[in-house]
């Protein structure tokens, strides 16, 4: 073989290992990108773990208890409601009750101490043992039913006295104002409140001077009556 040939074949036997090289380079490139995209989607979370968070979420806000109860109104009449009064003199004594009023007891089960009443009597209703004590209590030197019809009660805090179970009651101060003889006052005095399932009662016996609400006929010389009235509640009420 000629030097010229042996040249030739050199050259295209080294042309050829040259190309093939090249080629198996341009090849390693795309296998890498591929690597790299699977590794960019594996690492972002699926779309199946948005939803698990979410239910984690909700079910922790089921989990937070019972709703608060409801407030209870209670309508308060003769039928659940007895309203007395006892006044003496320097010779005897008179109980009475007012057989006519209306009111509303708001009651909180969680909350006894939310609790509230209000209570309207009919003057012109007053009644005891002497018909002629009655007509002389409704009289302008007592209460003067004519000119004022209504006395009027209604609370403005109710607070419980020592330790209490607002599931079963207790002793409470209620306090409120008083409206009496055209004078309103504020009172307080011990109430004892008993919780049942299906009733709810209330019991108080306090006193007022009558003085106090301008009620100042001291009565004859041979009978003077106490500036000090009783005054006791008693509540029966049907629960809802």
């Not at 074949?9 to 080629?23: D, N, Q, T």
């Not at 008993?194 to 016996?205: F, I, M, N, S």
């Amino acid at each position: 073989m000629t030097r010229t040939l042996r040249f030739a074949v050199a050259s295209a036997l080294f042309a050829a290992v040259f190309s093939v090289g090249g080629c198996k380079k341009k090849e390693e490139a795309p296998a890498a990108a591929v690597g790299e995209a699977i590794e960019e989607v594996s690492a972002k979370p699926t779309p199946s773990a948005a939803p698990s968070v979410v239910v984690g979420s909700a079910s922790a806000t089921v989990d937070a208890g019972p709703p608060p109860a409801v407030a209870e109104v209670l309508a308060l009449s003769p039928a659940n409601t007895t309203v007395g009064f006892y006044s003496a003199g320097a010779t005897g004594s008179h109980n009475g009750s007012f057989l006519k009023h209306e009111g509303k007891l708001t009651f909180e089960p969680d909350n006894i101490s939310a609790s509230s009443v209000e209570v309207t009597l009919q003057i012109a209703s007053l009644k005891t043992d002497s018909e002629k004590l009655d007509t002389h209590l409704k009289s302008p030197d007592f209460f003067d039913a004519p000119k004022m019809p209504t006395a009027t009660f209604k609370s403005t805090s109710l607070k419980p006295v020592g330790t209490v179970d607002p599931k079963v009651g207790g002793t409470y101060t209620l306090a409120g104002n008083l409206m009496l003889h055209g004078v309103k006052r504020g009172i307080s005095f011990p109430v004892k409140i008993t919780v049942g399932a299906d009733l709810l009662e209330a019991k108080a016996d306090f006193a007022i001077n009558r003085k106090d609400f301008k009620i100042t006929f001291d009565g004859e010389a041979d009978y003077l009556i106490k500036d000090a009235v009783s005054l006791s509640l008693r509540i029966k009420a049907k629960r809802h």
